[in-house]
């Protein structure tokens, strides 16, 4: 993969060439030097760092002009409901023996003298902590008038170091810090956050998901991961964000299928879990998760991304709207995974790759992915047929792998104009066998014939008069999943219901065992079903399915 310097947005839409500029501050340097009172550590940079022999503080810096004397601290741990500092205190000890020192309330609330007693001209301007990006630390910067030390020479201890006045860095021998932009040059996942600087994040806290937990959210992929930044509104929230309070989330790709991620902690550690059939589709590759100061950074292999084209976002499971959109390879030399290819119809063959870049709706078994996984399903029809398909993950939740009897299939979305099917087997010699084995089957691809639930098995052979046969299906069992699609004649279903053909404007499929919802087609082009034209492959299209959610029932667009 070649090295990219780009600008990143939230959604990686939005692309300038490689080694323009960010929109995304840094620090370069210029002109006098001046301290920001704001927990940004930027402005040290070039200052003399010292070491600390206590275990709560990291490192700790000092500097000068000629109104104040400046002070930066980074602390091992800290958060908006303690910090380590607190505990520590610097000494002053002067040249004429005198001494005094500068000690902390709690949670930095305000800065003191040696006695705690209040220092003049030091308010709450004076001090600020913030979250650092490096991993477990926090940063506090805080001034102190210089007419607080009386204009007299003395020496300064903190943390086993001490410094003299004279050896105080005067801000007038630095030039000042400048903007320029960051540059991209990758992620890695190890907790310091500074590498996210050339990526814009999104602010998500107008998201209407319920128990939207987040502040912050942006995605970049460059072609082999999907990095992944959250900031929460407060320590753990990302873990009971979402409609559920479950921290569930999705990569939604743009055929409609979904990689479900679970962000949990685990034994004191963060992690993403997945299903089994994202397990087995990694190949050994894994989710890397870290966390510090509200912050997430997660990767994760663009292996777990299900069949995509072009594009895909990142939001909530099952939400209304993604917190990052239209999110694309910034690496444009590769295409890691994706389909580019266009749907050219659907074969019946028992193969499913011609279904990979048809768009597909959500089958949820237990609502927002609590419980068990998902499946996914699409219809389509063509030259007088309906062809369906449906992925299913429930092989270990379903008795007997018998997810698929019986399914339903309505036009117009009324129930008076169904049908229920039941799978029986017809030999070579057209022998009708009413209970062929559907249960506890060996790994492998049947077929079977598609009849009416309600037909007299009388029947013994497809030739007997009145038998209506009317399609077939396939079904494949694996050791992480289940698929399966079948062909229905559209002239026999018409009969069955009554209608002409072209009266069967729309045609649904529910498929029980796996959940309520309606799987939905929409004819178009020379016939109701005839000739389907690729402009019903976008959102304004075909696909669509009835989701319960809050016990109402909703009709939603497949993207």
Avoid at 471 to 489: A, F, P, V, W
Wanted: aromatic share 12%; proline share 2%; hydrophobic share 30%.
């Amino acid at each position: 993969m070649v090295r990219l310097e780009k600008t990143i947005v939230a959604g990686s839409m939005a692309l300038l060439l490689a080694g323009t500029s960010f929109f995304m501050p840094q620090n370069k340097a210029m002109a006098a030097r001046t301290i920001k009172i704001d927990g940004n550590p930027s402005e040290w940079d070039g200052i003399p760092a010292y070491k600390s022999n206590d275990s709560k503080i990291a490192k700790w810096s000092v500097s000068k002009n000629d109104d104040y004397v400046y002070f930066y601290v980074q602390q091992n741990g800290g958060n908006i409901y303690g910090q380590p500092i607190t505990s520590t205190n610097f000494i002053i000890k002067y040249e004429d023996g005198s001494s005094d020192g500068i000690r902390f309330e709690a949670n930095m609330n305000a800065v003191k003298n040696g006695t705690f007693g209040d220092i003049d001209g030091v308010g709450d301007k004076d001090k600020a902590s913030e979250p650092s990006q490096e991993k477990d630390k926090y940063e506090t910067e805080f001034r102190i008038p210089q007419k607080f030390f009386g204009g007299k020479k003395y020496t300064l201890e903190y943390c086993g170091t001490k410094v003299k006045s004279d050896d105080i860095t005067d801000l007038k021998s630095k030039d000042e810090e400048t903007k320029s932009d960051y540059v991209y040059k990758g992620i890695k996942i190890d907790g310091n956050f500074s590498d996210w600087n050339a990526v814009d994040k999104k602010d998500v806290t107008g998201n209407t998901e319920k128990n939207n937990n987040l502040s912050k959210a942006a995605v970049v992929f460059d072609g082999d991961y999907i990095y992944i930044y959250l900031k929460e509104t407060s320590d753990g929230a990302a873990l009971a964000s979402g409609s559920y309070s479950r921290g569930a989330y999705e990569l939604l790709t743009d055929t409609g299928r979904r990689t479900s991620l679970k962000l949990v902690k685990k034994d004191g550690k963060y992690q993403v879990e997945v299903n089994d059939y994202v397990t087995h589709q990694m190949k050994g590759e894994s989710i890397k998760v870290e966390h510090s100061n509200l912050q997430y950074e997660i990767s994760v292999p663009v292996s777990a991304l299900k069949q995509y084209n072009k594009k895909f976002s990142f939001g909530y499971y099952c939400a209304d709207k993604p917190l990052v959109e239209d999110i694309v390879n910034i690496d444009k030399g590769s295409s890691h995974g994706a389909l580019n290819k266009k749907f050219d119809g659907i074969t019946y063959d028992g193969e499913y790759s011609d279904w990979d870049d048809y768009p597909h709706s959500l089958i949820e078994y237990s609502t927002q992915g609590g419980q068990t996984d998902d499946s996914e399903a699409a219809l389509y029809a063509s030259d007088g047929y309906l062809y369906g398909h449906v992925k299913s993950l429930l092989h270990k939740t379903t008795e007997g792998k018998n997810e698929f009897m019986p399914f339903a299939v309505r036009a117009n979305k009324n129930d008076k104009t169904s049908i229920s099917f039941r799978f029986v087997s017809v030999d070579k010699d057209g022998n009708i066998n009413w209970n062929p084995k559907l249960t506890n089957l060996e790994n492998g691809t049947y077929e079977f014939t598609l009849v009416d639930i309600g037909s007299w098995t009388t029947y013994k052979n497809v030739s007997d008069k009145g038998f209506i046969d009317y399609g077939k299906i396939k079904i494949t069992t694996g050791s992480k999943y289940d698929e399966m699609e079948y062909r229905i004649y559209m002239n026999k279903l018409a009969k069955k219901f009554g209608l002409d053909e072209n009266e069967m404007k729309v045609l649904q499929a529910q498929y029980i065992n796996i959940g309520e919802e309606w799987v939905t087609y929409a004819g178009t082009s020379t016939g109701p079903f005839v000739g389907v034209t690729m402009c019903c492959l976008t959102a304004a299209g075909v696909l669509s399915y009835k989701k319960r959610k809050d016990k109402k029932s909703m009709m939603r667009i497949a993207e």
